[in-house]
């Protein structure tokens, strides 16, 4: 795993598991809109609007990015230490009972286990592959992919489930948001990963998953992305593929169910629907 160089004090915390001084933290009294990510590995922890005023002098959130914090018994016998999931630095505290929001939960962090991407620094993209498991399995491990959820798109219902969707009445699609740093990896190559990972030619499925739900599409922001889309789609054309993936404008996207995010981190399975095919 690639980490990020950290100094003598970012250490001190992260590895040492030590806990900076109350109210010294950059981020305690800080309320910028955007995404705090790990300093050690730069995974997704916490979103802005998870933070709150706690008043004891550290960064306190009250929910995490999906499956992001790993809790473990704390060396003192006592409290919960929270660290990060994918690299294991340790990040500060859990507590319950405080009643501070109706969460009921507190996420107590170092400021120096933390770094921060503003929202006007993020992009985000939308894809329709198949099976969001295994889209979402492939897209969160590029560099310069901030946070990957899956979800519905293009559909009628309101705030639809998953059993609404598979019954194909809604009209939603199997979508993956992704939100990425512009300055590490564009639209264009994760358009690129989105035509080799799954079959664009294959109609109303995905492998052995057969359904409207499972249709390809790029769900584009502007016309920026569906131009570039539209370039990509004409090469692989021109390769003799028969493309089904459709272009359509982005509109609301719902978030998918707690069990769906991150499923095969979760379960340590992996991907049988969907392979690399290189194809460009």
Known sequence: MKYNKL???EKR???DKQTERPGSGKFNDFGRNGIYICKRCSAALFLSEYKFAAGCGWPSFDDEVDS?????????GIRTEILCNKCGAHLGHLFTGEKFTPKDTRYCVNSVSLDFIPTEKLHRAYFAGGCFWGMQCYFQKIDGVIL????????????PTYDQICSGLTGHYETIELIYDPTSVDFRE??????QIHD???IDGQGPDIGRQ???AIFYIDDDQKNTAKDLIELLKGKGYKV??????????????SYHQNYYSKTGKYPYCHSFVKRF
Do not use: C, H
Request: charged share 25%; aromatic share 12%; glycine share 8%.
């Open 7 to 9: 100094t003598d004090e």
């Open 214 to 216: 499972y249709r390809s």
């Open 200 to 202: 664009p030619t294959q």
């Open 13 to 15: 915390i992260i590895i």
């Open 244 to 257: 089904a993936t459709e272009l359509i404008k982005a509109g609301r996207f719902w978030n998918a169910e």
């Open 190 to 195: 994760l358009s690129k990963l989105f035509f």
């Open 68 to 76: 992001a914090v790993k809790r473990v018994p704390d060396s003192d």
């Open 148 to 159: 990957t959820r899956a979800g519905y798109m293009g559909g009628t219902a309101q705030n």
